[in-house]
């Protein structure tokens, strides 16, 4: 049962813009999120995380912004460098705990 | 820090060999988990240990795969026998857990690629 889900599995935007990736989750117990970037031929890594009790947390061009009533969050890439292209993965867990879900990842690719 | 270490990067064998897969976590990270990816089913948890003992092993598919973890710098997972639907990416990661009221980040070594014939 897929409890984090990335609906959309391919995004194109042009360098400069932004960059928009979305997350649904279903499990309420979920109280902190992650967003990983993966290169082909490497593993995940971490880009930015936000606990529950904010709505939103930035670091440089990145900004996760977490909606709990809707179980949405959302990664914002501004501007999208080429170097941005990858998969990202969202993921959630509960606090305290160790296992992490994983949505099945949106390929971003920036065009130039 | 070199980060997570996994060998070997591709592996490629026939079906009924056995496989070992190896992870060098980071220095000082007491936490490992296993992970394997495929197309269909994505990134799902195999095995998490916890300063050398596996926790949870839940997420291991069937007894033909195993996992150790014998010090703070070393584990194994190991599938005997192989089979061609054991065709996956495996990563391992790695955390300091640092107890209630953390969430600890995981951090993943490179993968390793595996193809059964």
């Known amino acids: 049962d897929q409890q984090v889900k990335q609906n959309s599995p391919s995004l194109s935007v042009q360098e400069g813009r932004i960059s928009i990736l979305n997350c649904d989750y279903t499990n309420s117990m979920f109280d902190y999120f992650l967003w990983y970037k993966k290169y082909p031929a490497e593993g995940p890594t971490f880009l930015i995380s936000i606990s529950s009790i904010k709505d939103k947390n930035e670091d440089g061009r990145f900004t996760v912004f977490l909606n709990k009533s809707a179980k949405h969050l959302s990664l914002h890439i501004v501007p999208s460098q080429p170097g941005d292209s990858a998969v990202y993965f969202c993921a959630a867990l509960r606090s305290n705990d160790y296992k992490l879900s994983f949505g099945a990842g949106t390929t971003v690719t920036v065009r130039a | 820090d070199a980060g997570v270490i996994q060998s070997p990067r591709h592996e490629v064998t026939e079906m009924g060999q056995e496989v070992t897969l190896r992870c060098k976590p980071i220095s000082g990270h007491n936490s490992l988990f296993w992970y394997r990816q495929t197309m269909m089913r994505g990134l799902e948890l195999l095995i998490y240990f916890n300063n050398n003992v596996p926790i949870d092993d839940s997420g291991m598919p069937e007894d033909r795969f195993s996992a150790k973890m014998p010090n703070a710098s070393f584990s194994t997972l190991k599938i005997q026998p192989s089979e061609p639907r054991d065709s996956a990416v495996y990563f391992c990661?790695?955390?300091?857990?640092?107890?209630?009221?953390?969430?600890?980040?995981?951090?993943f070594g490179p993968g390793t690629r595996l193809t059964v014939l």
């Open positions: 990661a790695s955390t300091a857990k640092r107890g209630r009221g953390y969430t600890d980040t995981q951090y």
